[in-house]
């Protein structure tokens, strides 16, 4: 059984190798995104204020020619970091829940969404002052010249924070950024999980990249409309200043609603799928290709030392 013996695959590799596999696919996995993810930021802030809503050609285009192609890749560190730390925290997290609340050889969906619900709240509670870091960074673009922060870099973003503005605004927007990894975490890794079943049942496809790249899209395109309310949420909280109108989750996802229309909860949806569902391909291809690597190379580690 495919299922089975992957699962107990993972379970040679020790939870310290989990996480660090875990952070370095996120990471290499976002070299590939980042410039849709500024795109996405910069969409969902389009509408602030009753705007009207542009095409993601029409946002490519007023980037490239305000700011040049530099500007794709603004925050590109915080965006390491934010993997650095988020992507280890929550897949270290997740195999960790997982081996505590399965046997071994057991594969059970629901057990897969409590872990990842768990691994969701944990690691990006742990990884919001990242998070912050980087919407500022990426915002900076859009704002009016007396009002950027121009940030060099993301440890300049974490150390000017809270001498500016306090402590407590790292962990601005905490509320919908834990929300939605709890929602991500737990249809992205549990959809993916479940599409690779499906597919292999159904549709006789054999374990390979193929199989990931189908599995990862799923999971994508299921978190992407169950997440993107919260992101745009968290987006319009933490690029906020003080005494903002934005003030809880519940009240900036009702002022978006009341005031531009419910569906523009899920404003700039193409961009979002893009960044997550590209994401989602990139990441858990490149973590295959990573644990393998790791295995073949304890493998060898064993061999010459027997």
């Not at 849709?36 to 705007?51: A, F, Y």
């Not at 993997?83 to 929550?90: G, L, M």
């Not at 619900?117 to 007396?146: I, T, W, Y």
């Not at 200043?241 to 229309?261: C, D, F, N, V």
């Amino acid at each position: 059984d495919q299922t089975k013996m992957s699962s107990q695959e993972k379970k040679k590799i020790n939870k310290g190798a989990q996480f660090i596999i875990g952070g370095l696919a996120g990471m290499s996995g976002w070299l590939f995104i980042h410039p849709i993810d500024v795109l996405k930021v910069r969409m969902q802030l389009s509408t602030e204020g009753g705007g009207a809503a542009i095409s993601n050609s029409q946002m490519f285009k007023t980037v490239l020619s305000k700011e040049g192609p530099k500007a794709f890749y603004n925050g590109l560190s915080a965006g390491l970091m934010r993997q650095a730390t988020y992507a280890t925290f929550r897949i270290g997290f997740y195999e960790t829940f997982r081996g505590l609340l399965m046997k071994e050889g057991e594969e059970v969906l629901w057990k897969n969404a409590i872990s990842g619900v768990m691994a969701g709240a944990c690691g990006s509670f742990l990884a919001n002052p990242v998070e912050v870091s980087l919407v500022r960074m990426q915002a900076d673009g859009k704002l009016p010249p007396e009002q950027k922060r121009n940030y060099k870099h993301v440890f300049d973003a974490l150390v000017r924070i809270p001498k500016e503005e306090g402590f407590i605004t790292y962990f601005k927007g905490v509320t919908p950024t834990v929300g939605r990894a709890m929602v991500v975490n737990c249809t992205q890794l549990a959809t993916y999980s479940q599409s690779k079943f499906w597919y292999k049942k159904y549709l006789k496809m054999k374990e390979g990249v193929l199989l990931h790249s189908m599995a990862s899209l799923t999971a994508g395109f299921v978190y992407s409309v169950a997440s993107l309310p919260l992101d745009n949420a968290k987006t319009r909280m933490q690029k906020s200043g003080k005494g903002s109108e934005y003030s809880s989750l519940m009240r900036t996802l009702s002022l978006i609603a009341k005031r531009e229309g419910f569906m523009r909860l899920w404003n700039g949806f193409g961009m979002y799928f893009a960044r997550c569902g590209g994401h989602t391909i990139c990441m858990f291809i490149i973590m295959e290709q990573y644990r393998k690597f790791y295995l073949n190379f304890l493998s060898k580690k064993q061999q010459i030392y027997r």
